[in-house]
């Protein structure tokens, strides 16, 4: 009889750590691929600067690639203008000139079967309609520390086509937070540093992202994260390195 008692009271207490543990663990968020539309958070989130087109299919995203803030880009006298930050360039030659953007994308993007390497040139689109470019710059060479001195507070500057366009986190895009950033090529939504919680991702693949719930896709979406590594101790974090999750689609200027 004591032995019966014995083992029921652990069952019980067995049963209750079962309750316990399954009530108070966070549920894992899972979302087949390709089952999520963008179309309704591409519509409310990009800017009336950005001209929307959307198909069966596809969304087809124009720009003129200018940005909506302050930058030293927009030249001397320009209500938009200021310095720049302490320790850059200051006799950069360059300047910028708007440009007709087109960004097709998926209306339900989805895992791509081979992960195709980003390039050099736009791989997304900011929600002001600024391109988004990858950790490299002309050669395919890494962004070094003299090019970054030629950044903006907003981790941006003009390349050769006097084509304004982000590398990195800055002042009027993303610092430290969780903000959507914009679309890349290939559908997927791209993030501040943060999650939605406020915390630091550490569960990020070997593409910058992962699927959970975000302010804009409470279901949870696949979608990328500015890098967390203060890249190369300048105070700017890379917006995204590496392959594409999915397929990108076409970017043209």
């Given at each position: 009889m004591k032995n019966l008692k014995t083992i029921f009271k652990l069952s019980v207490v067995i049963v209750s750590l079962i309750v316990?543990?399954?009530?108070?663990?966070?549920?894992?968020?899972?979302?087949?691929?390709?089952?999520?539309?963008?179309?309704?958070?591409?519509?409310?989130?990009?800017?009336?600067?950005?001209?929307?087109?959307?198909?069966?299919?596809?969304?087809?995203?124009?720009s003129n690639g200018l940005p909506d803030h302050k930058t030293p880009y927009w030249g001397v006298g320009n209500a938009l203008y200021e310095d720049f930050p302490n320790g850059h360039h200051t006799n950069v030659n360059t300047s910028m000139t708007d440009h007709n953007y087109?960004?097709?994308?998926?209306?339900?993007?989805?895992?791509?079967?081979?992960?195709?390497?980003?390039?050099?040139?736009?791989?997304?689109?900011?929600?002001?309609?600024?391109?988004?470019?990858?950790?490299?710059?002309?050669?395919?060479?890494?962004?070094?520390?003299?090019?970054?001195?030629?950044?903006?507070?907003?981790?941006?500057?003009?390349?050769?086509?006097?084509?304004?366009?982000?590398?990195?986190?800055?002042?009027?895009?993303?610092?430290?937070?969780?903000?959507?950033?914009?679309?890349?090529r290939d559908g997927f939504p791209i993030y501040g540093r943060q999650d939605?919680?406020?915390?630091?991702?550490?569960?990020?693949?070997?593409?910058?992202?992962?699927?959970?719930?975000?302010?804009e896709f409470l279901d949870g979406i696949y979608h990328y994260h500015a890098s967390n590594v203060n890249y190369l101790n300048t105070g700017y974090y890379i917006l995204k390195a590496g392959s594409y999750y999915g397929t990108k689609g076409t970017f043209t200027f």
């Open positions: 316990s543990c399954s009530s108070s663990d966070p549920t894992p968020v899972t979302v087949p691929s390709g089952s999520v539309s963008i179309t309704d958070v591409v519509k409310s989130k990009y800017k009336s600067a950005v001209t929307i087109t959307v198909g069966t299919t596809s969304i087809v995203l124009k087109s960004m097709t994308i998926p209306v339900n993007p989805t895992a791509a079967s081979t992960h195709e390497a980003t390039s050099l040139g736009p791989i997304g689109m900011a929600l002001n309609g600024v391109p988004i470019y990858n950790d490299r710059e002309g050669g395919n060479v890494a962004l070094d520390a003299l090019t970054i001195t030629t950044f903006d507070y907003s981790g941006a500057h003009p390349g050769p086509g006097k084509d304004y366009h982000y590398h990195t986190t800055g002042t009027y895009l993303t610092v430290d937070d969780a903000n959507l950033v914009g679309i890349l939605k919680d406020g915390t630091y991702p550490v569960d990020l693949d070997a593409y910058g992202g992962h699927t959970k719930a975000t302010a």
